[in-house]
């Protein structure tokens, strides 16, 4: 009976894990979606990401329940308890990240309406894709409790914050040069504000990783931060 007990408990964590790492690639999915939507104007994809955003909401509060009812039933302690814990605060971040996408999704199908601006829209590219790489590689961390993976994303934060303040540059000058682009100059602007905190919630996710692995709070550096514009 004991022995069953444990397998049980055991089950029951890995299936958390399974879960959150099934969400994960969800959310992954969904920001590689809103930017090929905003990058190729393409206003089905976008409406598809819009659509698709209410079944991360279901898989997190289907995770924060699990989470809670382990926490109640089962009491962990150490290891097995910052990996509930983790898995918790993980799946609110890619709630979140998904919440980042839609509004990015939404944006998109108003700046359609508007002529192209292939520069502004290869900037964006180039900036999601930096994204969504940090996004991959944490998650990768988290599948494989890889620390090290999960350091180098921390580490990095201030690239996305760099490509963030150039592009931000780049639109002011554009809505200087020509006043007709400020409606669509104003939306990639809150693209790539959307784009850069799906990167802080990529360094939140690598914290609480280092967390679940080491059992400290707080990394003992300054987190990167370069963001000097903000919206």
Same mark, same amino acid.
Request: with cysteine.
């Given at each position: ?28 999915? !969904? ?16 409406? !598809? ?59 998109? &199908? ?31 961390? $988290? ?20 490509? $963030? ?8 000058? $554009? ?13 990639? &602007? ?20 280092? $967390? ?17 514009? !903000?919206?």
């Amino acid at each position: 009976m004991n022995e069953h007990i444990v397998k049980s408990y055991e089950d029951e964590l890995n299936v958390l894990t399974a879960e959150v790492t099934r969400m994960g690639g969800l959310t992954e999915a !969904q920001v590689a979606d809103c930017l090929k939507a905003v990058v190729r104007r393409d206003q089905e994809l976008a409406g !598809q990401v819009v659509g698709h955003d209410e079944r991360l909401d279901v898989l997190q509060m289907d995770i924060e329940r699990k989470a809670i009812r382990l926490i109640a039933l089962r009491q962990p302690m150490a290891n097995d308890l910052r990996k509930t814990v983790a898995a918790m605060k993980i799946a609110t971040n890619l709630e979140r990240v998904g919440d980042l996408a839609k509004n990015i999704a939404k944006r998109t &199908l108003v700046i359609i309406e508007s002529e192209p601006m292939t520069p502004l829209t290869r900037s964006i590219e180039r900036m999601g894709k930096l994204v969504l790489s940090r996004m991959k590689t944490v998650l990768d961390a $988290y599948t494989r409790s890889d620390l090290d993976r999960a350091l180098s994303v921390w580490s990095q934060d201030d690239e996305v914050d760099e490509h $963030y303040n150039s592009l931000f540059r780049e639109l002011l000058t $554009y809505m200087m040069g020509d006043p007709r682009t400020i409606t669509a100059c104003a939306h990639l &602007l809150f693209v790539a504000k959307n784009l850069e905190r799906i990167g802080d919630h990529a360094t939140n996710i690598a914290e609480i990783i280092h $967390y679940e692995i080491t059992g400290e709070e707080m990394i003992s550096a300054a987190r990167p931060r370069t963001d000097a514009f !903000q919206v």
